[in-house]
């Protein structure tokens, strides 16, 4: 090898080799032409309807499937005993996704009772159908048509207001810990649990069980 004798910042350059070993390239460049070739007779083989197939299925398999909407009556779903947290609170289990651990259920709570104090672990949204109730925690009334949103790693003590009996939507997200008075935990709750009380009650009603957890 043969070094530049002119210094750049205190180095000294390496010059290019003295012989290049020109067999050696010519076998690359022989390879590199074959290649070629053989790439270009495939092409060639290929006729314009089997083109025109293999975009076809190339397309598709970048398309993302669609899902269709998913409609449930909830005429076709029963009221459950919220047991053992309660005798005469009851819940319908609309949905549950075992991905995301989302639950999603409608709450009925006699007016002037309760539910509990617990623990949400994610978050939870409670959309008011009818009645009026609150938290003990909090100051607030929640009357039909109003929103709560509870974040995650909050405690809550449910109470119906009396009058009416009371109906709530909820989309809870992850599981709801019940603990008694001396903050001793009595149950937990999420998609698995409230899915195995459901099937436990259709089968104790004879009632045809659902597939709950389908996305379509």
């Known amino acids: 090898?043969?070094?530049s004798s002119r210094p750049d910042n205190g180095r000294q350059l390496t010059a290019l080799p003295a012989a290049v070993d020109a067999e050696a390239v010519g076998r690359q460049v022989d390879r590199g032409c074959l290649r070629l070739r053989l790439g270009?007779?495939?092409v060639e083989a290929?006729?314009?309807s089997s083109a025109e197939e293999i975009v076809k299925e190339g397309s598709a398999m970048m398309k993302v499937q669609e899902l269709e909407p998913l409609y449930r009556s909830g005429n076709d779903l029963p009221w459950m005993p919220f047991t053992p947290y309660s005798e005469t609170v009851t819940v319908k289990l609309l949905k549950v996704d075992p991905v995301t651990g989302q639950t999603v259920a409608?709450?009925?709570v006699p007016a002037g009772e309760g539910l509990g104090i617990h623990n949400h672990h994610g978050?939870?949204?409670a959309y008011t159908i009818r009645g009026k109730w609150?938290?003990?925690?909090?100051g607030w009334v929640s009357k039909a048509g109003d929103l709560v949103y509870e974040t995650a790693g909050s405690q809550h003590t449910f109470l119906a207001e009396p009058g009416e009996d009371v109906e709530v939507f909820i989309v809870l997200e992850g599981a709801l810990e019940f603990i008694d008075p001396e903050g001793r935990g009595i149950g937990l709750e999420n998609w698995?649990?409230?899915l195995e009380r459901y099937y436990k009650h259709c089968e104790g009603k004879g009632l045809t069980a659902r597939d709950l957890s389908r996305f379509s």
């Open 46 to 48: 290929v006729d314009d």
């Open 106 to 108: 409608m709450l009925r």
């Open 40 to 42: 270009l007779a495939f």
């Open 134 to 138: 609150r938290y003990a925690e909090h």
């Open 123 to 125: 978050t939870v949204i």
């Open 1 to 3: 090898m043969l070094r």
């Open 192 to 194: 698995r649990t409230f």
